[in-house]
């Protein structure tokens, strides 16, 4: 079946500017996460969703990021007045749910790049 | 905050050679401990996993430990092979069983034919 799935691949931007970047879990997956990732680096938490709501939001750097998951399936992450320092990877990961040892499936994720 | 410490960030081996990446974490509460492979330019893929009321796991030639007490765990790959060259994170899940990962800064294996 399908994996994950994000777009767009690249997203090149300037400085200030206001980013959505998609996430397409595996069908029925209701856990959703998402990782940031810089050069040389560990995936980063910064938030994820059981269902529609977010369970923890505690990763998001400042108030410029924020998530929606409306419907329990495809997430958007929003950036606002994005800043070069945002230039990074952004990882989507599902799982069939949050609690227990269940494997999160990555996505191939979105090259951010901020000018 | 929760943190998991990763050793060595660079590695380089025989082909044929034994590789160990130790892992050490700080949640008392992580129950559950994944290793992931990153190719270049690639998805992050789980090759191995263990949870806490397990010191062991073996899958063919790659073995996990995990030691409670000490929190730390390590990835063992025998018999290496030069497809197994890439970056490899160790994670822990913080929070016990309804928390997020917290991945360790990568080991960089690279096995010489």
């Known amino acids: 079946g399908a994996g994950v799935s994000q777009t767009p691949s690249n997203k090149v931007t300037e400085k200030g500017k206001y980013v959505e970047l998609r996430c397409d879990p595996i069908s029925g997956h209701t856990a959703l996460y998402w990782y940031r990732q810089s050069l040389g680096q560990g995936p980063e938490f910064l938030i994820y969703?059981?269902?529609?709501?977010?369970?923890?939001d505690s990763g998001l750097p400042n108030d410029r990021f924020f998530a929606v998951r409306p419907e329990g399936s495809v997430s958007t992450l929003k950036i606002q007045r994005t800043e070069r320092g945002d230039s990074a990877v952004y990882l989507c990961?599902?799982?069939?749910?949050?609690?227990?040892?269940?494997?999160?499936?990555f996505g191939p994720g979105t090259r951010l790049t901020v000018l | 905050g929760e943190n998991v410490e990763q050793h060595p960030s660079t590695l380089s081996v025989q082909e044929g050679d034994s590789a160990v990446i130790k892992c050490t974490y700080s949640?008392?509460?992580?129950?559950?401990f994944p290793w992931y492979k990153q190719e270049l330019g690639k998805r992050p893929q789980l090759i191995i996993d263990?949870?806490?009321?397990?010191g062991e796991k073996k899958d063919q030639r790659i073995a996990v430990t995990l030691n409670k007490t000490a929190k730390h765990f390590s990835l063992h790959i025998t018999e290496t092979q030069p497809e197994d060259s890439a970056v490899y994170f160790c994670?822990?899940?913080?929070?016990?069983?309804?928390?997020?990962?917290?991945f360790g800064k990568g080991t960089k294996l690279s096995v010489k034919p």
């Open positions: 949640d008392s509460a992580s129950n559950y």
């Open positions: 263990i949870r806490s009321n397990v």
């Open positions: 990961a599902s799982s069939p749910e949050a609690a227990g040892y269940n494997e999160q499936f």
């Open positions: 969703f059981q269902g529609t709501g977010a369970a923890d």
């Open positions: 994670a822990a899940k913080y929070g016990g069983s309804q928390g997020n990962l917290i």
